[in-house]
């Protein structure tokens, strides 16, 4: 099993649709959670942290589950500049620190 | 410096020969990563340094790749007798201190091709 699984995708979803994805971890020592944005042939950049009672910021809403070892992001009113790959990246006390999923790609269409 | 900077952001190189890629993280990070990304696939870990140590080297495929950390700042990956399996975007990116919790910013990457 994959420390870090996601959504396979892709998602295409009209402009103005509401989008959520998954993510589940295996590590249960696993103590911080990122949503990262990665555009095609471009860096992944920070998309915001996931704390434990959840958090918002803007059109984007992070969720986790400890128990459950679940994360999820909620796009609301997506827009075309959204279509990227998100990746859900966990972070564990122990040798590379950051453990990547593998992605899930979005395509917003007008 | 503002960023994470690497170099050379391409290189093409012939099937055998040796390549050197190099990162400069952002300036105080005292962790360091390097990953590969082949097209279409997802983020695949190589090396993390913490100083110019490199306490999890798992990642790294085959006894052709190293790479070493001078000064607790530039990074550079060597890869020897490179293969064509070897074509791929590698990133680096440096975090303040390898603490849990802290953020993870990338260079924009060095695009090889193994011819």
């Known amino acids: 099993r994959k420390e870090v699984e996601q959504d396979p995708g892709p998602f295409n979803v009209p402009e103005g649709a509401t989008v959520a994805f998954n993510c589940t971890y295996s590590?249960?020592?696993?103590?911080?959670f990122f949503w990262y944005r990665q555009d095609c042939r471009k860096e992944p950049k920070l998309l915001m942290s996931?704390?434990?009672s959840g958090n918002e910021d803007g059109r984007f809403t992070a969720q986790l589950n400890r128990a459950s070892q679940y994360i999820s992001l909620l796009i609301r009113d997506s827009k075309l500049s959204d279509s990227a790959t998100y990746l859900c990246?966990?972070?564990?006390?122990?040798?590379?620190?950051?453990?990547f999923g593998p992605g899930t790609r979005l395509s917003v269409l007008p | 410096g503002a960023g994470v900077s690497q170099s050379p952001s391409n290189k093409v190189t012939e099937k055998g020969k040796d390549v050197e890629l190099r990162c400069d993280p952002i300036s105080g990070h005292t962790a360091l990563y390097w990953y590969r990304q082949r097209l279409g696939q997802g983020l695949e870990f190589l090396i993390y340094?913490?100083?110019?140590?490199?306490?999890?080297k798992s990642g790294l495929p085959s006894d052709r790749f190293s790479a070493e950390r001078t000064g607790e700042s530039v990074s550079t990956l060597t890869i020897q007798r490179t293969q064509q399996e070897d074509s791929a975007v590698y990133l680096c990116a440096s975090s303040l201190a390898g603490n849990v919790g802290e953020k993870l910013f990338f260079g924009s990457g060095t695009q090889l091709s193994v011819l």
């Open positions: 990246v966990v972070n564990a006390p122990y040798g590379q620190n950051f453990v």
């Open positions: 590590n249960s020592a696993s103590q911080s």
């Open positions: 340094f913490q100083g110019n140590s490199a306490p999890d």
């Open positions: 996931v704390y434990s």
